[in-house]
């Protein structure tokens, strides 16, 4: 995570292209469920256009969440 121009900017990368970029928060989704495997982050790759899904660990949801990554928590 980085500070751009008074916006907080994630470092990502994409596992189709290779592309290594910055995401602003609105660039990203996280979604929240109520297991590891059901919790992850997504976005779409600046590059090529591929949808990316990763999980998302403690620390990364706290990293998205703390830099207002829009989020949807499921039951």
């Not at 997504?42 to 620390?59: D, I, L, Q």
């Amino acid at each position: 995570m980085s500070l751009m121009s008074g916006s907080v900017a994630f470092k990502a990368a994409c596992p189709d292209c290779r592309g290594r970029f910055e995401l602003e928060a609105a660039a990203l989704r996280l979604a929240i469920g109520g297991s590891r495997r059901t919790t992850f982050y997504s976005f779409t790759c600046p590059e090529c256009g591929a949808a990316v899904r990763k999980p998302a660990g403690e620390r990364i949801v706290e990293l998205l969440t703390g830099g207002g990554v829009s989020t949807l928590r499921s039951v």
